[in-house]
């Protein structure tokens, strides 16, 4: 199997990869994020997953788009749903266009490994996407490593980000944590 992974960190990749290596699944890294903001996160998270995929001997392929325009003119009507609405399908589908001019028959993504993300929102995406483009859809749910390929990433030095990647995401994340403190 010929699989395209897209990927939205190094740390949320250490699992991903590590468990589809075990089953003999070698997966091509594919960055697309242009919802990451600011610039700098955007930045330090393209920057981390270059080392690490050099570091395990992984291919990767980067596409370079920081979206903050385009992400803004896009959920603004929509913020509560953003994620499902337009997150997932933008990357999802940039992955899966460039998996099927590439050779690449299967897709799947990192974002399935995040307890924090709408788990069957990337799925329904990618399903429709993946039979869209005549793919197939890599379902696992690497939920299941998460805390695994956290306490990995920390114990290599990975980048480690507060947030989903948004500045949505961003506010929502210290907001939660003001009013926890504050509590």
């Avoid at 995040?114 to 005549?134: M, R, W």
């Amino acid at each position: 199997m010929k699989l395209l992974m897209h990927t939205c960190c190094a740390p949320c990749s250490v699992y991903c990869i590590e468990s589809l290596r075990k089953e003999n699944i070698e997966p091509t890294v594919y960055w697309y994020n242009p919802n990451i903001h600011p610039y700098m996160e955007y930045k330090a998270r393209r920057d981390c997953l270059k080392e690490y995929t050099k570091l395990i001997n992984v291919q990767a392929i980067f596409e370079e788009e920081y979206g903050l325009d385009k992400f803004c003119k896009n959920v603004i009507n929509n913020l509560q749903n953003r994620c499902k609405e337009y997150c997932y399908p933008v990357r999802l589908e940039k992955t899966a266009q460039y998996a099927k001019e590439n050779g690449y028959d299967a897709i799947t993504t990192t974002l399935l490994v995040s307890p924090y993300q709408n788990h069957e929102g990337i799925c329904e995406v990618a399903e429709k996407l993946a039979k869209k483009y005549d793919l197939k859809f890599l379902y696992r749910d690497f939920r299941v490593g998460f805390r695994e390929g956290q306490a990995k990433a920390r114990e290599l030095g990975l980048y480690m980000q507060k947030y989903c990647g948004c500045i949505f995401s961003e506010e929502d994340r210290y907001r939660k944590k003001i009013e926890k403190d504050e509590l």
